[in-house]
């Protein structure tokens, strides 16, 4: 097994607190996960969390889709600073919107989400931070979770690679059910990123087969 650190790419939102980024970061540190993190790509420079990988030595770069007249300009942005640092894996951790269509296929089966609930339940369009909560306390739901999938041109539809769940408890809010979830995440997401970085996701399909890994 080909066992090369994969140079990793995050992207964050404008408001991005940064703790998915931060939970990879760390695996990578400690050794949990084989690579390290590249870049953090963001589309506003002083979101919290391209200040937390600066002060980290982590290279950002700040690519505003609004400064581009088209998707495909600012896939090509993207595309740019991707190829610079030689990113093998996009991981996208509280990015708000549709990837550009380009980078959807160069990477394609090599751009992570996670999302705080069990897909197919509280996803798509709008839903997001803490609409995902207050939906899956208001549905009455005993279970919850998060989920992390590969990308495709579409918001949370991509194939899912791991999930945990949690309970969901007598007089829960959004806030509480969204902490619970949340240490849920800070596991899910490295572990996802290690199995891809040992080579261990076969995609057929919508189907993410977890390979064995080497004895
Ligand atoms: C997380 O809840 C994640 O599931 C969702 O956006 C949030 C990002 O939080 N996609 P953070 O910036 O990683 O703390």
Do not use: W
């Not at 939102?13 to 540190?29: L, T, V």
Request: with cysteine.
């Amino acid at each position: 097994m080909d066992n090369q650190p994969i140079n990793i790419a995050i992207m964050v939102s404008g408001h991005g607190r940064g703790s998915n980024m931060q939970a990879i970061i760390d695996a990578c540190g400690e050794g949990r996960i084989t690579g390290r993190v590249a870049v953090v790509i963001g589309v506003k420079d002083d979101a919290p969390a391209m200040e937390r990988a600066r002060s980290q030595g982590i290279a950002t770069a700040e690519i505003r889709p609004k400064a581009f007249d088209s998707d495909e300009a600012y896939g090509a942005a993207i595309l740019d600073v991707l190829t610079e640092h030689q990113v093998d894996l996009i991981c996208l951790a509280g990015y708000m919107r549709i990837l550009p269509a380009s980078i959807c296929s160069t990477y394609k089966h090599r751009v992570m989400n996670i999302h705080p609930a069990l897909i197919p339940l509280f996803c798509g369009k709008g839903m997001y931070g803490e609409h995902v909560h207050q939906a899956a306390v208001d549905y009455g739901v005993k279970v919850s979770g998060c989920t992390v999938h590969f990308v495709d041109e579409q918001y949370d539809t991509g194939p899912i690679i791991l999930q945990r769940t949690v309970p969901v408890e007598e007089g829960d809010t959004a806030e509480t059910l969204a902490a619970r979830v949340l240490v849920q995440e800070h596991i899910a997401y490295p572990q996802a990123v290690q199995l891809f970085a040992q080579g261990r996701l076969k995609v057929e399909g919508r189907v993410v087969h977890i390979l064995p890994a080497d004895m």
